[in-house]
């Protein structure tokens, strides 16, 4: 059930509407289901004689009355509306329990508490199965404004009651921090032009996309004017300077404020996280391309550290940069899981924020390493699958955390997230698992393997060698050999990088350590070549000395 706070100052227009055919003709047999007084509340929809501006003025009585009082000036934003909607697949709910249901939200929220004679007017109407629309005019008969701070949340945590007490679907209660729901108008508009997603929805998931590639305020607006979305800066009066702006999607009039979009989209909640750097600390190619793929793995396994230490700032910082992280990753891969990553990464941004203040300068190292990863070049195979899998298993991590402080919205959000790049990986993994299974070495190679393992790993060594994946680690092992690595040492150094013990598939999580593990001694050639390109490169060129010759005649000449 869903409670949908907003505020407005139109009486008469909003009964216009609620009491109308609808935008799309949706509305059917509108009428009045609880109000402040049943008998003092002319309903359009039953009585043929009851006109909307009578309906309108009775519930301004209280408004028109402080009108005077204020000498002609009506309080501002006196109209409070709250549609309640029930989920998709809940039962059917009769006049009597909407009627329950409207008591109920007006009475956690503040607008008309219960045994409170002095409580504004208020009605809910009907016009469909699945929903009402609750409007008050907000003055008291006593001329008193109602106390209604943090309506939308009282409101949320009445409807969890209402929920459990009518055996509907049990929604995740918020914390303020979820982006605004779009209306109903602007869901009219997308169906009307044939668009899957709202325009306020379209531009989030697109400033959340760039935000997480871009380092600073100034490349973010220009990279949304690249897409052809239309950017408007607000300037402060007293500065002058930018303190906000506003988007549209391109060709629309309608523009929407970062902070409508989503609360971390502000203005002032981006410059916390994108710096001002100059171009010369953007990104630079790298020598070897896979480099930035390691850094941002190795970020994400840190990152799973941060989240068990029990400081709540630094753990919610490294879960909004892992949201970057993510959109990155699928910006760089390529694939049919792509489009798993993308989903992931949309999923994730609900998780990336709560009412706990992100600590954004602790996850420094995952942002930057996400941002390379935006400029980085596509790589085929392990790398990025070990990326994938470090990832689902943050996303995992994330949901765990979220759900042990409460917040339901998040938790969710992460779960899903985790969905969606598990089926990435089954995608890109499986396939690649296959081909290092068929490629499994000498079975005297085999013996020496488990024979490390038992060795590198004696406490897990029975789970790894009895995994399914065991074949493809025997190979990755013994391409590692190849490339000068020493096997029992390598398979120590990973094991000891995170505990094996919660791992269901220990063999498959080392494969992708060890893929992911730089293999130092071809770093230090690398190095190495580097260095003595550039003393070659930069050596004084040898200046010829005139033989005795040439000095001759060249004072013959003089």
């Not at 509305?27 to 509340?41: E, F, L, N």
């Not at 998040?410 to 081909?435: G, I, K, M, N, T």
């Not at 065991?470 to 029992?488: E, F, I, Y």
């Not at 293999?519 to 040898?542: D, G, L, M, Y």
Request: charged share 25%.
């Amino acid at each position: 059930m869903v409670p949908d706070v907003s505020t407005g100052s139109d009486t008469l227009g909003l009964i216009n509407y609620l009491f109308g055919k609808g935008r799309r003709d949706e509305h059917t047999d509108p009428h009045i289901v609880a109000a402040w007084d049943m008998a003092g509340a002319p309903d359009p929809g039953r009585d043929p004689d009851a006109t909307y501006t009578q309906l309108a003025k009775r519930l301004d009585h209280h408004v028109d009355l402080r009108t005077r009082e204020l000498g002609g000036k009506k309080p501002p934003k006196h109209v409070w509306h709250c549609p309640v909607r029930t989920a998709p697949g809940d039962r059917y709910l009769t006049d009597a329990e909407w009627a329950e249901v409207g008591r109920r939200v007006v009475a956690a929220t503040g607008i008309a508490p219960e045994g409170d004679d002095q409580a504004c007017r208020w009605i809910a109407v009907r016009h469909a199965n699945d929903h009402i629309h609750i409007l008050a005019t907000t003055v008291r008969a006593d001329g008193r404004r109602p106390r209604t701070n943090r309506d939308g949340w009282r409101a949320q945590k009445e409807c969890r009651k209402i929920e459990a007490e009518y055996g509907l679907r049990q929604l995740k209660s918020g914390d303020l921090t979820a982006p605004k729901t779009p209306t109903g108008a602007e869901r009219a508009k997308a169906e009307r032009l044939g668009q899957e997603v709202t325009a306020r929805r379209w531009l989030r998931e697109r400033a959340y996309a760039v935000a997480a590639a871009v380092r600073n305020i100034d490349d973010y607006f220009t990279v949304l004017q690249s897409l052809g979305i239309q950017v408007k800066p607000r300037l402060s009066a007293k500065t002058g300077e930018v303190d906000g702006y506003s988007l549209a999607a391109p060709g629309d009039a309608i523009f929407f404020g970062g902070s409508k979009l989503a609360p971390d989209l502000s203005y002032s909640r981006l410059l916390e996280r994108l710096t001002t750097q100059d171009v010369a600390d953007r990104p630079q190619p790298v020598a070897d391309p896979a480099e930035p793929w390691r850094r941002t793995e190795s970020a994400v396994r840190t990152a799973l550290t941060a989240l068990d230490s029990g400081d709540d700032p630094v753990a919610q910082g490294h879960l909004d940069a892992f949201a970057d992280t993510l959109h990155n990753l699928a910006r760089s891969t390529s694939g049919p899981h792509q489009a798993e990553l993308q989903a992931a990464a949309m999923a994730f941004n609900r998780s990336r924020r709560s009412a706990i203040r992100a600590d954004h300068q602790a996850a420094t190292e995952l942002r930057q390493a996400a941002k390379e990863l935006a400029y980085a070049p596509t790589i085929p195979g392990g790398l990025a699958i070990a990326l994938i899998f470090t990832a689902l298993h943050l996303a995992r991590a994330a949901a765990k955390w979220h759900e042990q402080r409460g917040h339901a919205q998040q938790a969710a959000a992460a779960e899903e997230s985790f969905r969606h790049l598990q089926e990435s990986y089954r995608q890109f993994a499986e396939p690649v698992l296959a081909d290092l299974a068929q490629r499994v070495p000498r079975s005297q190679t085999i013996q020496r393997f488990e024979a490390d393992v038992r060795q590198a790993v004696p406490d897990h060594a029975d789970r790894i060698l009895a995994d399914a994946a065991w074949p493809a680690l025997a190979t990755t092992l013994a391409r590692a050999k190849s490339a000068g690595r020493n096997p029992r040492r390598l398979l120590a150094e990973v094991a000891a990088s995170r505990e094996l013990g919660t791992a269901e598939r220990p063999a498959e999580v080392l494969i992708w350590r060890i893929t992911a593990q730089p293999n130092r001694r071809a770093q230090a050639a690398r190095a190495q070549s580097t260095r003595r390109t550039t003393t070659v490169t930069s050596a004084p060129q040898p200046v010829s000395t005139p033989t005795r010759a040439h000095q001759t005649e060249r004072a013959r000449r003089r």
